[in-house]
């Protein structure tokens, strides 16, 4: 820091500088490492796993949430075939004349479409069908009109039949069958009636047949040889329409014997009504009757037999599940006395859906089957829907199988997704935390072990510092006071060379002093204006006297008139020194230093310009910090203790300034203050 302190053989070598950590730093590093990077990873490789199991728990968690609501529709799937068993029990002991307000609402509801639903009731061999034409055959059992009591035919029957069938004597039969007719009684004339069309249209005489027929149609219904007569009257009337090619008038009587056929006007056998149905559908065809109605017929009569074959595999074998071609039917069955009500599983679905499925969730999916394997309702499954469960259900004493999924997986998905990715993120921002908090700690810790480090240099440099210039103070004052120097010449400079020794130690006192106060916050500077150019120029002066005795010069260019600036002139001297101190001290080659001052605008500009060894680019950055002196051989054998350009920069800075450095390794370093002009007041 001071002139002339090169020290070629100095015997004090300085400790080399680390840049990296040794010892103590680096235990830290593996201490840092060992209790935080270590357990951190441990956590992050924790944490990955839990949220992979995190991944499987949901999936899991879905599934025992679907379990536990495929439990709970069992459980209501059950409580409702009780319901529509109960309510069978109580239908079965209803009152009659039946009416659809005698039954629970319930049941009611299922007979309001064709094919919903039926009520059977068995009682001494007589079948029983409610709502009456819900059926349109019943097979095994007789029908239930043809158990009224057969009265016996009318005497002279069977003479005019005889006319009829074996002598073909027509116009014989008409009168006989004509007489009988007048005197006949009311439950008769359908027989004798049917007896009469049947000859006039053997006889060829079709109007008069049709007529008869017509007749027939009007009565109250008998039955004839297993069948009823108005069906008998409306056949034939579709078939004489036919013989006759009359369209118009087949379309009319083919869509009322089809229209009462299918609304199941009469309960026929199976037999008996598979034929009578396809000859009126011939019929309707062949009269092109409006296809509107007979396509709707056509559906409700389709929808009728499927109730109709379901009642009959169920007369056959009681069972609760009746699979049909497109509706399947449930049975609910009472014993004593013996009745069921056969549902539509569509009108069940409907009923079920809202009231069982629906509510727990509107994504849900949902089948029921048979033991077979034949849906029962709701939707079929794809292959393999992704979180499904299966559940056994034994419900009246039937087995079934429920199956139910989710139907909207991907939203599960999704969510699980967001899950991780949310978990994941915070995962990351913790390690990015943890690292960046590492990462600093190790960086302050290594700073602040560095300037431990740079401190003890600093007491070892300063005491070696003090012992030469103390030395020789010592030594020449000494040799003055014991006389041994008589020459008054020699004396004098022996006292010079006490002063430039003591103002050499004044300095570094006066430098350690002033990094003191200023690292405590307590340096006060005492700002006045100054005008540079002439302070500049005597300090110039004064420095060159002092540095002649060691050969150095310092050439100053500074310009006359730069403008006033407001400055602690002691505090900004001590810095110009300072910096003019290094140029020579860092120019083992050259005796020259420059100190030049300029203004530039509203700024004057302080250069301290040398020759010397240069500093690099690394230490550029580095030699304004406190303690810090720069790498190489030659810095390292000149003297310093690393606070002069430290309290350059305070200093500059408290004047509102800057300082900056230059330099080219081997080719010497310019170090420019740069300060603020006071503003000229008044416009001058
Ligand atoms: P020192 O007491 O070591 O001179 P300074 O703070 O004054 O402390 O300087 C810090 C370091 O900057 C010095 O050790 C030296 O390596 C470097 N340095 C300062 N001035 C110059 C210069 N003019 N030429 C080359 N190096 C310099």
Redesign the pocket.
Known sequence: ?TVGDRMPNSSLRRPARPHSLRGPGRRLVGVFALFILLPGAFLGVFALRVLRQESQLSGQRTRESLERTAEEIGRDLDSEFRRWNDAVRSASSLKRPLDVSSFPEIVGQAFSEPGGGVFLSLSAERLEVFPPGALLYVSGSPAPAQTAPSRPPPAGLAEAESLEIARKDYPGAIRAYRNLLDSAVVGSRPLILHRLARTLRKAGRLEEAAGAYRDLRRLAAAWIGGLPSDLIAQAELCSLASERGDTADLAREAMAFYRDLTTGKWLLDKPRYLYYSDLGRTWCRDSRVGSDEFNSLLATENQRLALSHAAEDFLNDSRTFLPGKDTAYLAFRNTDPFAAVLVSTDVLELRWWTRIFLPRGEDLKAVLSAADGSAVFGSTPPAAPPFAVTRDLRINDTQWLLQIWPGRPEAIYADIRQRRTLSLAMLGFVSVMLAFGGYLTVRIVKRELEIARLRADFVS?VSHEFRSPLTGIRQLGGMLLDGRVTDPEKQRGYFKMIVRESDRLFRLVENILDFSRMEEGRREYRFAPLDPSSWLRALAADFVTEIAANGAAVEADIQAGLPPIFADKEALGSAVR??L???V???PGSKTVWLEAGAEGDVVKIS?R?K????SEY?RKR??DRF?????EI?KR???????????KHVVAAHGGAVE?R?RIGE??V?TIRLPAVPVRGGG
Request: negative net charge; contains cysteine.
């Open positions: 820091m440099t300072n910096l101190d290094n140029a001290k860092y120019s301290v040398d010397g060894v240069g500093i230490d030699i304004f810090y002196r720069a790498e190489g810095s000149i003297k310093g203790v690393g606070l002069g350009l430290c309290l350059v450095c330099s010497g370093s170090f």
